[in-house]
């Protein structure tokens, strides 16, 4: 494939240069961390024959959730920039409880 034919393909995607490549290439990645959190759920529930929320979960929402944000504060979509960042507090609030009750739940010793 010529160069010209590799941005003729691309262009029909809407990108047109190098950098509009490089920022999807980020928004793909991105929606791939978000992704994931989906499938370790998943993977986690069904090991444990029961729904369960991994603590990963967490990191990953705000992983994929933050350059998602990213993206879209550089596409300028209030709609995709308001749903990223209101998510981002929720999940950011997740693993503040997540944290707090671990340091006040004491650990589970030998068993007597």
């Known amino acids: 494939m010529s160069e010209a034919d590799f ?4 262009g029909r995607l809407g990108i047109n240069n190098w950098t509009e490549l490089l920022w999807v290439a980020f928004g793909l990645a991105g929606q791939f961390f978000f992704f994931m959190r989906f499938f370790i759920q998943w993977i ?3 090991r444990r024959k029961q729904s369960v929320v991994p603590l990963a979960f967490w990191h990953l929402s705000i992983v994929g959730g933050a350059a998602l944000l990213v ?3 550089y596409k300028q979509d209030i709609v995709f920039i308001l749903g990223q960042g ?3 507090l929720i999940y950011v609030r997740n693993l503040m409880l997540i944290y ?3 340091k006040t739940v004491p650990p589970a010793g030998p068993a007597a």
């Open 44 to 46: 986690a529930s069904e």
């Open 71 to 73: 993206y879209a504060c």
């Open 7 to 10: 941005w003729a393909f691309v």
């Open 100 to 102: 707090r009750h671990a």
């Open 86 to 88: 209101g998510g981002l």
